[in-house]
Each structure stands twice: as C-alpha cells, then as structure tokens.
C-alpha cells in the first residue's frame, strides 16, 4: 500500500526567507511524486513532479523539490518566499504499480509580509 | 481548451435526494478521477476510471455511483444524499493512466446536505 504524510499542518514564513514544505512517502517501488497548490475556492493546481533521473526538480513560480530515496522524502522548497505565495499545499504518491495516486492531508502555507 | 469543467459549482440537497454531479474534459484525458476534500482530511479518491467504459473504487466510494461512456465525461452520482456527504468535490483528469502524468483539477463543486 502507498502513503504520504505532511508532517506540518501549518508552516509560516517571512517574506524573502527561504521555505520548505515537508513531505514522506512509502511505496512499495519506485515512487512518482508531485506537489500541487490550492488557492482559496480553486482546484489544486499542478507546481512540480519527480518521475525518474535528477533528484532536484524545479517547478513553476520559482519552487523546487528534492527527491531523497534514503529518506523517503519529497520536501518542497523556494530560496525566497512571497506573500503571493500563502496556499494549501499538497503532496501526492503513485505506486507505478497501482492504480490510483495518494494524497497528503496538506500543508497550510501563510508568507507575512 | 476549457480543461476540466465541473457543474454546479454549489449545491444543497436535502437528506434522503440523489443527484449527478457532472464532470467533463476537453484535453481527450484516458484518466478521469473524483475526490472529496474536507478539512484536515486532504483529498480522499472516490472513483476512477481508466479509460472509457472502465472504472473502479477509491478509498470512499460507498453512497456513490460512476460511469464512464465517454471519454469527455465522468459524471458521479449520489444515490441517497447524507449529510456526511457535505464537503467539496474534486475532478481530475490526466492523459496518463500510469500515473506519469499530472493532474488537472476542476474548480469544485461545494455540496451541503441538510
């Protein structure tokens, strides 16, 4: 069975500090993994996704990700956080092998000016 | 391109009422999938489907009904409408079945059931 965990319900920065958004994985091969954002009253949209190859991804509005296999781990992160950047974030893990992907419970990201 | 178009965008049933939300993808997607999301809970999957004519159960699909005739649509139905079924439903769809691809989300459809 494959799961996810967001170990942070809320995680807040300072604009212009770096950010990291954490995220866990267990699957039982090699995982694809994928950040998506939410926006208040929106559809999660797509930021970033690892499949295979170069463990550091970079993905829309400045965000990038590294895959760590050792650690299980997919945490996102910007050098420089912007208020624009305050949203539901979600990770999400798929078993090639499965069917049907798995969702974090989210990270609720809140940049103060 | 439209992408992902959910109708209504809300919606209030009384207990007891069924209904269909309608879900329907210009992007000629094989994958098409529904999710509800309620606070602290994230995204739980309902029902899927791989292609056309071909669908599946996700974590939570007691009290919900899919089919999939076309490659376009992937309505979902609610057979007799609870009030734990108030919450926010999401459709996804992705051009990959695999799970390569990404997935685009419509913009919900809010449900309370009194």
């Known amino acids: 069975a494959q799961s996810v965990a967001q170990p942070e319900d809320q995680v807040n920065v300072a604009e212009g500090n770096p950010l990291t958004v954490k995220c866990t994985y267990s699957v039982s091969g090699n995982p694809y993994l994928f950040w998506y954002v939410q926006y208040p009253n929106r559809g999660l949209q797509f930021l970033l996704k690892?499949?295979?190859?170069?463990?550091l991804v970079k993905g829309s509005y400045g965000f990038e990700a590294e895959f760590n296999k050792s650690q299980t781990s997919f945490h996102l992160k910007k050098p420089s956080a912007l208020v624009s950047d305050s949203a539901l974030y979600f990770c999400a893990v798929r078993d090639p092998n499965a069917g049907k992907s798995t969702f974090g419970d989210g990270t609720t990201l809140t940049v103060k000016p | 391109n439209a992408g992902v178009t959910q109708t209504p965008k809300f919606q209030v049933l009384k207990t007891g009422q069924s209904m269909t939300l309608q879900c329907a993808q210009d992007m000629n997607h094989e994958y098409m999938s529904w999710y509800r999301q309620d606070p602290g809970m994230g995204l739980r999957l309902i029902h899927y489907s791989v292609g056309a004519g071909i669908t599946d159960q996700g974590e939570v699909p007691n009290g919900y009904n899919v089919s999939r005739s076309t490659t376009e649509d992937f309505p979902l139905r609610l057979l007799s409408a609870a009030p734990s079924q108030t919450s926010v439903y999401f459709c996804a769809s992705s051009y990959s079945r695999t799970g390569i691809a990404e997935a685009f989300f419509g913009q919900g459809t809010r449900l309370t059931v009194v």
């Open positions: 690892y499949i295979t190859g170069d463990n």
